[in-house]
């Protein structure tokens, strides 16, 4: 099954994620671990609206982002544009799972929970592969994502409710709503499926509306780690939370910070 992109209604659904999603802490965690090295290139699948791939380019890494909704990366090229000195940034408006990605990186990104984008465990694995090929040799890989082990988290088996997510008021003035409800989901596989919608009405009272249907697999850590090291990798470290302490069982985060031999 392939999701269809629910962040690409023009720059709405972009600009509002912008407003809502402002942490920095994986920013700051990502600058830490590259340390003084300068001038890395870096590969950012899922790069959205470059959160977190601007503050790095300012920094005068070189930037690839892949991400299959134009609206989020015609809004990365916005704030790009008014962004006085950068190193180069090129953006590729396409499924991650369509093609081979650039290879020859220092750093792999997967950042904030990018594997939940996606439907099955067999694509999220094929993203670990995707990285390894695309890092030369001692180049690192990132992955964050929120912890659950087990079985389906309980907050995943609210069937028939429907939930906001991504609203507020656009910079045109135009009202964004958008909303998720779960209509199906496997305790056991730890898969969900949700029917998506998002509403934009605009100044002028004219009204955009979207639906799709998306199907979700909340990763484990242990998968992550099985993915990592059987497609070469050499973990350095896991941890619990951006801040750095070590993961346990209680981490509210997985964080791997991975190299390729
Ligand atoms: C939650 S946003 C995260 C953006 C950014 N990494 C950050 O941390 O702010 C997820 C992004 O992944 C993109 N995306 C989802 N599925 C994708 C796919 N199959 N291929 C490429 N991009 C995808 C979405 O368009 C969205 O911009």
């Known amino acids: 099954m392939r999701n269809s992109s629910v962040y690409d ?3 709405y659904i972009a600009d509002i994620y912008d407003q809502i999603i402002t942490e920095q802490d994986d920013v700051l965690f990502i600058k830490q671990h590259l340390g003084d090295k300068n001038k890395l290139s870096i590969l950012e699948p899922f790069c959205g609206t470059g ?18 909704a134009k609206g989020m990366l015609d809004w990365f090229q916005r704030k790009l544009d008014n962004t006085k000195s950068a190193g180069e940034v090129k953006l590729i408006n396409q499924d991650v799972l369509a093609k081979e990605w650039p290879q020859g990186f220092d750093l792999v990104i997967l950042a904030a929970n990018c594997f939940y984008e996606l439907a099955t465990p067999e694509v999220q694995e094929e993203c670990i592969k995707r990285a ?3 890092l030369r040799a001692g180049g690192y890989l990132y992955v964050d994502g929120d912890h659950m082990e087990g079985d389906l988290a309980k907050s995943w088996q609210d069937l ?3 939930k906001k997510s991504l609203c507020g008021i656009a910079q045109d003035g135009a009202v964004v709503e958008t909303t998720r409800k779960t209509i199906w989901f496997d305790v056991k596989k730890r898969l969900a499926r949700f029917e998506r919608g998002t509403t934009v009405t605009k100044k002028n009272g004219e009204v955009i509306k979207v639906t799709s249907i998306q199907q979700k697999h909340p990763v484990s850590t242990g ?5 990592i090291q059987k497609h070469g990798f050499e973990i350095l470290k896991i941890y619990g ?21």
């Open 132 to 134: 390894f090929k695309s």
């Open 223 to 227: 998968e992550v780690q099985d993915w």
């Open 160 to 162: 028939g409710q429907v």
């Open 241 to 261: 939370n951006s801040d750095g302490t070590a993961y346990t069982e209680q981490s509210p985060r997985a964080i791997f910070w991975a190299r390729k031999p």
């Open 9 to 11: 209604v023009e720059t």
């Open 51 to 68: 959160r977190i791939s601007i503050p790095l380019a300012v920094d005068g890494h070189s930037i690839v982002g892949i991400d299959n």
